[in-house]
């Protein structure tokens, strides 16, 4: 489960994957929203991590 905690970063380190102007969402340059959209998606992973070892009784 503590794998899951990986995907941001590898989402997020590869810069010249997202580092372009289109597609436009609302306005907002490629670049900006595909950063935007990981933060709730990297709070998810850590509540389901979370709830993961709460449930184990690691926590």
């Known amino acids: 489960m503590w ?3 990986l995907l941001p ?3 997020l380190l590869w810069i010249p994957f997202y580092n372009a102007e289109l597609p ?3 306005g907002f340059p ?3 929203w595909y950063q935007l959209v990981w933060v709730p998606i990297t709070a998810l ?3 389901i991590v979370y ?3 709460l449930a ?3 926590k």
């Open 3 to 5: 794998l899951l905690l």
């Open 9 to 11: 970063f590898i989402g």
């Open 24 to 26: 436009a969402l609302f």
């Open 30 to 32: 490629f670049f900006y």
């Open 45 to 47: 992973l850590i509540w």
């Open 51 to 53: 709830r993961h070892d």
């Open 56 to 58: 184990r009784g690691e």
